[in-house]
Structure formats: C-alpha cells, structure tokens
C-alpha cells in the first residue's frame, strides 16, 4: 500500500515547521532541524530509506530538500529510481519514475539552479552586514569557548600527542575548533 510521505526541514531548533505541507494528509513526516549545507541529515537518510515503490514524497519547496544543485539531483534520482514519487508543493513540481519528461527535468535543474544561486546571495549579503558592522565595532563575533588557561593546556595535550578527537570531547568543543585554537 503506497504511503504520502512528508519531509520538512528547518535550519535551527527554534524554527517553526507548521507552515510547511500545513493541511496535507500524511501517513508519516520526518522532520531534520538542521542546516542543509550537506546530505548528511538523520530524518533524511531515515527518509530515504523508508520510501518504497509507489509512495510519495512531499516536500514544502526544492530549498526545503537541497542547497545545492547536485544534492537536489542526487536525492530527487535516488527517490525516483525506488519508483518514488516526488512533489515540490511552493514550486508546484512532480516528479514520477518513469514519467519524468525532459521539460520536467529540465525545470527540475533550472529551480534548483535559481535556489542554489539564492543561497549564495544570501550568504554573501551575510559576510557584507558582518564586514560593515566589524567597521562600525558593532560586530565582535561568537565567544570564544576557551580561556587562555584553557587554550594553553590544548595545546599542551596536542604536543605530547593526545588525539584531537579526545582532545575535541575533553574540552566540549569540535574539532575543527581543536584545530583553530592550535594553528592560533
């Protein structure tokens, strides 16, 4: 018996998700409330697994599922060589196995094109506002998650060795962080 299925997706915890696929009737939804910089999403993958032959995927908008281009294509294929059906209500897109026409396709690569070149707008808008407010001394940026006592013994662990992994649990940071307060 084929399912509707839902995928929403927020970039941030304190987002609301009500607005996306509101008054759709769905048999089950898996929601992320993570940045789609990346495919690497747990309701996603959940998602991707679940779907079988026949179900339907809704999602709220092409931006909602993908930020790149080659993930949208990645995971739009992907459903659709289950036999998954794929819906993109804002964009008023459906993609069918088998039934997917070349202007379907091509509409599929020119919307995820514009949504891909949105993001990068926005994301250069963002680094121009904190540029102009880091002139103007409005901006200081994040904390930072170690004091100097903090930094110092980091870097001691490093030298003698110690993994940045443990080092990264250790101290309740990342590790790419481990690694900017060593090459600081």
Do not use: C, W
Request: net charge positive; no cysteine; hydrophobic share 35%.
């Amino acid at each position: 018996m084929s399912q509707a299925i839902g995928y929403i997706r927020v970039s941030s915890e304190g987002q609301n998700t009500s607005r996306q696929l509101d008054g759709l009737k769905l048999d089950r939804v898996f929601e992320d409330k993570v940045s789609a910089k990346d495919t690497n999403r747990p309701a996603l993958k959940e998602m991707i697994a679940y779907a079988r032959e026949g179900d339907t995927v809704n999602v709220h908008s092409l931006d909602r599922l993908a930020r790149n281009l080659e993930d949208l294509r990645g995971i739009v294929r992907g459903l659709l060589e289950k036999g998954v059906t794929v819906v993109f209500h804002k964009e008023g897109l459906t993609f069918s196995h088998g039934d997917t026409s070349p202007m379907g396709l091509l509409l599929l690569n020119v919307m995820g094109a514009f949504a891909e070149f949105e993001r990068s707008l926005i994301k250069e808008r963002q680094k121009e506002g904190i540029e102009q407010a880091k002139k103007r001394g409005a901006y200081t940026g994040r904390k930072p998650s170690l004091n100097s006592e903090q930094v110092e013994e980091l870097r001691k662990l490093a030298a003698l060795g110690v993994a940045k992994s443990k080092l990264a649990r250790q101290f309740k940071i990342s590790r790419e962080s481990v690694y900017n307060y060593l090459e600081a």
